[in-house]
């Protein structure tokens, strides 16, 4: 069974930084790109980064992260982390992460509260 | 590319046939996909490739079209199926969701 679980959220003040890491099961990590989708508290879901299968070094960033965000993988770990900077309140949201694309398998996401 | 759902939120009985349309900004050929999100939990792959359900999903759920105009059908509607859809385009960057239509009682 493939299973997805997300951490490293919680209440970050404005400017501050977060990781997050989605770590995976049940599948050869390594095979599928992941991504990270968030949803911010009552709205609709937003592509925030994918990597690319392998080693990752295909990377790609929605414009409104471009520059703060780095997603990266551990393939050892079985890890997909989401490194957030320069933290903003309009990035406040539910972080999931997803596997494959399209997203096949999703995790039960991890809050972020920039305040 | 801007993907529109509509209706944003539609009213339906138990046991109706409803269908939900997703129009694409460009042409985006067969690259899209259906979530479902039900209150409280993560969003469900139900069909890519604008066409295929994935594994597991009920019969009930077809999808169809292709360019710029999609649609997401339920045949009859059940009580789990009360919930949110969201189309989505894998043809270019940036990934694109559409806003969403709530389907409720």
């Known amino acids: 069974e493939v299973r997805l679980s997300e951490s490293g959220g919680g209440l970050v003040q404005p400017g501050g930084s977060l990781r997050l890491s989605c770590e995976g099961s049940g599948f050869t990590f390594s095979d599928y790109a992941m991504t990270w989708v968030r949803q911010a508290p009552g709205k609709g879901l937003e592509w925030v980064s994918v990597?690319?299968?392998?080693?990752?070094?295909?990377?790609k960033y929605a414009d409104s992260v471009k520059g703060r965000f780095t997603i990266s993988r551990d393939n050892s770990r079985n890890t997909v982390y989401l490194q957030m900077s320069n933290l903003r309140a309009e990035d406040t949201a539910v972080y999931y992460c997803?596997?494959?694309?399209?997203?096949?398998?999703w995790g039960q996401g991890t809050l972020v509260t920039v305040s | 590319i801007i993907l529109t759902q509509s209706p944003v939120t539609m009213s339906a009985s138990p046991g109706e046939r409803v269908t939900l349309s997703c129009r694409a900004s460009r042409t985006i050929s067969n690259t899209l996909a259906w979530y479902q999100q039900r209150p409280g939990q993560a969003p469900r792959l139900l069909i890519y490739e604008a066409s295929s359900r994935a594994p597991g999903v009920p019969a009930r759920f077809s999808g169809s079209g292709s360019g710029t105009q999609f649609s997401l059908t339920v045949s009859s509607l059940q009580s789990e199926d009360f919930a949110v859809y969201y189309c989505q385009q894998y043809y270019s960057w940036p990934l694109t969701l559409g806003g969403g239509t709530k389907v409720d009682i």
């Open positions: 997803a596997k494959d694309e399209p997203w096949g398998s």
């Open positions: 990597v690319g299968n392998g080693d990752g070094h295909i990377t």
